[in-house]
């Protein structure tokens, strides 16, 4: 019984140790989409940029031809100011994401990491029967506290058999 329960514990430790990986390994994912939303959002705004450089140059030369006024010119002037504001403001969030990013991986922190490839689009969500069953057959903390139980049985079975004296006849 000391040994079952001994396994037991082990077991416990065991999925302790599996349910702290899968905590890391969560952060680094939960760093790494972050990351990758500010590249996506950075690619984004560059496309914009693409589109108002050819509204620029056609109202540019509208203007010049007299076929659009100054402020069509105008607008598209205050639409590159506020885009390029949003493109400096992102841009200060660049740095701290790959910092993060860095020391979850365990790389240098004060080196900006290029931005990853757009993430693929997710899948369809699992039933609510596949989640639950992946949930309790995979859950490191759930093995855990599962192994602990059947320690704590065995150790209250040892108690029992130890505390029955042991008569003997000599």
Do not use: C
């Not at 390994?25 to 690619?43: F, P, S, T």
């Not at 010049?64 to 069509?72: K, Q």
């Amino acid at each position: 019984l000391r040994g079952e329960r001994a396994a037991a514990e082990a077991d416990a430790v065991f999925e302790e140790m599996n349910a702290l990986r899968n905590r890391l390994i969560a952060d680094v994912k939960q760093a790494y989409a972050e990351y990758a939303y500010l590249a996506g959002q950075m690619r984004v705004l560059a496309a914009q940029r693409d589109v108002l450089d050819q509204v620029e140059e056609t109202a540019t030369t509208q203007f010049g031809l007299g076929f659009a006024s100054e402020d069509t010119l105008l607008r598209v002037h205050i639409e590159r100011a506020a885009l390029e504001d949003e493109v400096r403001g992102l841009e200060r969030y660049r740095p701290a994401l790959s910092a993060r990013l860095a020391e979850r991986l365990g790389r240098p922190v004060h080196e900006l990491l290029p931005f990853p490839k757009a993430l693929p689009e997710p899948g369809p969500p699992p039933d609510e029967a596949t989640v639950s069953e992946a949930m309790e057959a995979g859950n490191p903390a759930l093995l855990a506290a599962r192994s602990r139980v059947q320690a704590r049985a065995k150790g209250v079975e040892l108690a029992r058999k130890d505390g029955y004296p042991s008569i003997s006849v000599e």
